[in-house]
C-alpha cells in the first residue's frame, strides 16, 4: 500500500497540466471516507486521467491504485490535524509564491499569459490553491515525522543487496563524478557608480516624487520574480536572505524603507509591509551592476591562473575550492562536489549532463581539470567554472563495490516503506475509515476496508 505513496506525490503535483483549465467531467461524489477527509470521486478520475494522458495508457487496476494512495493520503492527513502538525500562514505564502513565480518563469514574466492558459488570474489561483497545498505540507511533514529516523547499516545494505537476485540487478549506464570551482564576475567600479545612482533616483522620485514603490519595482527592478508583484518578496523568516539585505531589513519599521541597501546582488531599496515576531514580509527594488565584457574576461583569466595552481600542485582541488569557489555556488559547502538533484547523490549519467559539461569532459581522463568555460548561473548572470573529473564508470550491472551509494539509498527507501507500511496498519485500526462499494474488486482495498475482494469488477 504505502509502496504506491511515493507514486500518490507525484500524482499530486500542484500543477497539472489540465487541473485549472477544464472543469470536472465527473458529477462530485464522496467515495472514501478517512477520519474526517473525504475523497471524492472527481479527485479520483482527475489523477487518473491526468496519468493516463501524460503516459499514453496505465496499466490495468490502476483506478485501484490511485484509490489506495488517496487513501493513504487521507490517514496521514487525519493524522497530522490530529497531532496537531504546525504549518503557519508566512510558510503556505512562501511556497505559493515560490510556485507561481516558478511557472510564470516559463511564461516570460508574463501574468497575462498566466491568465489564458489558466483561466484565471494569479490571485485567484493562489486563493483556489491554498488550501490544497496546505494539506499536501501538513502531508509530507506527517510523513517525514514517521520515516526522518530511518538509516541504515552496513551489514543491512549488504543484506539488502544479497536479497536481490541475480538476474534482478539492475544495468546501470557510464556515471561521472565531478567536482567544479564557480567563479562569478566582479563588477567594475564605474558600473556599480551607475546602478547606485540609478537606485537613487528612483528613491527620490518615490520620497520627493510620491511616486508608488510597487510600480517602480514593476518597471524598474532586476529582481524578475518580485518585480512582477510589485517587490513582494512574500514572507520569510529570520536567516531567509543575505546577511547585508537581511540586517537593513530587521531595523525596519512597518511601512519604513530602507536606505540603500548594498548586497552580493546588487543595490536595494526595502520596505516592511507586514512583521509578526521575527516572521516578516518585505519588498524591495533591486539594482543590478552591469557585468561587461572585460569583467567576464577577467573573470575567466582568474580561473585559469586557479587551474595552474593545481595542475602544478601547488594546491589542491579541495582548498581551491575553499579558497576561490563563489560560496553561494550549490557545490561550495559541499567541497566543490556536484550533486545529482534526481538522486541524491554524486554520480551523474553521461546523458543527464548539462551539455557544456557533457562536452567538456568528453575528452577528459579521470584526475584531469577542465579549462574554464562559461555558464549561465541565473537569470541574465554568467559565471565561469573549472570541473574536476573524479571517476567514470563503464556500464555495468550493479555491484556493492561501484554502486555503494546506491544501493544504500534503496535500503533506505525499503526500509522507509516497510515503516510507513506498519504505521499504516497500526493507524488504521484508530481511524473510521469508510470507501464506496465500487472498490470491492480492488485488492488493495481489502487492506483498508476488511471486506472481501469481488472477483468480478462492477
Same mark, same amino acid.
Given at each position: 500500500m504505502i509502496n504506491r505513496y511515493y507514486l500518490f506525490l507525484v500524482l499530486t503535483l500542484l500543477f497539472c497540466n489540465n487541473a485549472f483549465s477544464q472543469e470536472r467531467e465527473v458529477i462530485d461524489k464522496v467515495v472514501g471516507v478517512v477520519g474526517n477527509e473525504l475523497i471524492l470521486l472527481s479527485d479520483l478520475e482527475e489523477q487518473y486521467n491526468y496519468v493516463k494522458e501524460q503516459q499514453g495508457g496505465v496499466p490495468e487496476g490502476f483506478r485501484c491504485s490511485v484509490m489506495d494512495n488517496l487513501l493513504a493520503n487521507g490517514l496521514l492527513l487525519s493524522k497530522a490535524k490530529l497531532d496537531s502538525i504546525p504549518v503557519t500562514d508566512e510558510e503556505v505564502e512562501t511556497q505559493l509564491t515560490a510556485r507561481f513565480d516558478q511557472i510564470l518563469n516559463l511564461m516570460n514574466g508574463d501574468p497575462e499569459q498566466f491568465k489564458a492558459y489558466y483561466g484565471q488570474t494569479i490571485p485567484q489561483m493562489k *486563493?483556489?490553491?491554498?488550501?490544497?497545498?496546505?494539506? $499536501?505540507?501538513?502531508? #509530507?511533514?506527517?510523513?517525514?515525522?514517521? &520515516?526522518?529516523? &530511518?538509516?541504515?547499516?552496513?551489514?543491512?545494505?549488504?543484506?539488502?543487496?544479497?536479497?536481490?537476485?541475480?538476474?534482478?540487478?539492475?544495468?546501470?549506464?557510464?556515471?561521472?563524478?565531478?567536482?567544479?570551482?564557480?567563479?562569478?564576475?566582479?563588477?567594475?567600479?564605474?558600473?556599480?557608480?551607475?546602478?547606485?545612482?540609478?537606485?537613487?533616483?528612483?528613491?527620490?522620485? /518615490? !520620497? #520627493?516624487?510620491?511616486?508608488?514603490?510597487? *510600480?517602480?519595482?514593476?518597471?524598474? @527592478?532586476?529582481?524578475?520574480?518580485?518585480?512582477?508583484?510589485?517587490?513582494?518578496? =512574500?514572507?520569510?523568516?529570520?536567516?531567509?536572505?543575505?546577511?547585508?539585505?537581511?540586517?537593513?531589513?530587521?531595523?525596519?519599521?512597518?511601512?519604513?524603507?530602507? *536606505?540603500?541597501?548594498?548586497?552580493?546582488? =546588487?543595490f536595494h531599496l526595502i520596505q516592511m509591509l507586514e512583521r509578526r515576531g521575527n516572521n516578516i514580509r518585505l519588498r524591495h527594488i533591486l539594482i543590478k551592476p552591469e557585468i561587461t565584457k572585460d569583467d567576464l574576461k577577467l573573470a575567466e583569466e582568474e580561473l585559469v591562473k586557479v587551474r595552474g595552481l593545481i595542475v602544478s600542485d601547488s594546491i589542491t582541488f579541495s582548498g581551491a575550492v575553499k579558497r576561490f569557489s563563489d560560496e553561494d555556488s550549490q557545490s561550495f559547502t559541499n567541497d566543490g562536489n556536484l550533486v545529482n538533484n534526481a538522486t541524491g547523490n554524486t554520480f551523474f549519467e553521461i546523458g543527464d549532463l548539462d551539455p557544456e559539461i557533457y562536452f567538456t569532459i568528453d575528452t577528459m581522463e579521470v584526475g584531469d581539470v577542465s579549462s574554464p568555460f562559461a555558464f549561465r548561473s541565473g537569470p541574465? *548572470?554568467?559565471?565561469?567554472? /573549472?570541473?574536476?573529473?573524479? @571517476?567514470?564508470?563503464?556500464?555495468?550491472?550493479?555491484?556493492?563495490? !561501484?554502486?555503494?551509494?546506491?544501493?544504500?539509498?534503496?535500503? /533506505?527507501? $525499503?526500509?522507509?516503506?516497510?515503516?510507513?507500511?506498519?504505521?499504516v496498519k497500526e493507524t488504521v485500526g484508530e481511524t473510521y475509515i469508510q470507501v464506496d462499494g465500487r472498490y470491492d474488486y480492488c485488492p488493495l482495498i481489502k487492506q483498508w476496508t476488511g471486506r472481501e475482494t469481488k472477483e468480478i469488477k462492477p
Open positions: *486563493e483556489k490553491m491554498r488550501n490544497d497545498l496546505r494539506n $499536501q505540507m501538513l502531508v #509530507e511533514r506527517m510523513r517525514e515525522s514517521i &520515516i526522518s529516523t &530511518i538509516s541504515v547499516t552496513p551489514a543491512e545494505v549488504r543484506d539488502f543487496f544479497d536479497k536481490v537476485p541475480t538476474d534482478s540487478l539492475p544495468y546501470f549506464n557510464s556515471e561521472v563524478e565531478l567536482a567544479e570551482i564557480v567563479y562569478k564576475p566582479k563588477v567594475n567600479d564605474v558600473e556599480k557608480e551607475k546602478a547606485r545612482a540609478e537606485l537613487e533616483e528612483i528613491k527620490t522620485r /518615490i !520620497t #520627493e516624487g510620491g511616486e508608488d514603490f510597487a *510600480e517602480l519595482a514593476k518597471l524598474y @527592478s532586476d529582481d524578475p520574480g518580485s518585480g512582477r508583484a510589485g517587490g513582494d518578496l =512574500g514572507w520569510a523568516k529570520r536567516g531567509s536572505y543575505v546577511p547585508a539585505f537581511e540586517a537593513a531589513a530587521y531595523n525596519l519599521k512597518k511601512d519604513e524603507m530602507s *536606505e540603500l541597501v548594498e548586497s552580493v546582488f =546588487g541574465n *548572470e554568467t559565471s565561469y567554472r /573549472i570541473v574536476f573529473l573524479k @571517476s567514470r564508470t563503464k556500464p555495468h550491472k550493479a555491484s556493492l563495490s !561501484t554502486d555503494y551509494t546506491k544501493i544504500k539509498m534503496a535500503a /533506505i527507501e $525499503q526500509k522507509k516503506s516497510v515503516k510507513l507500511n506498519d504505521w
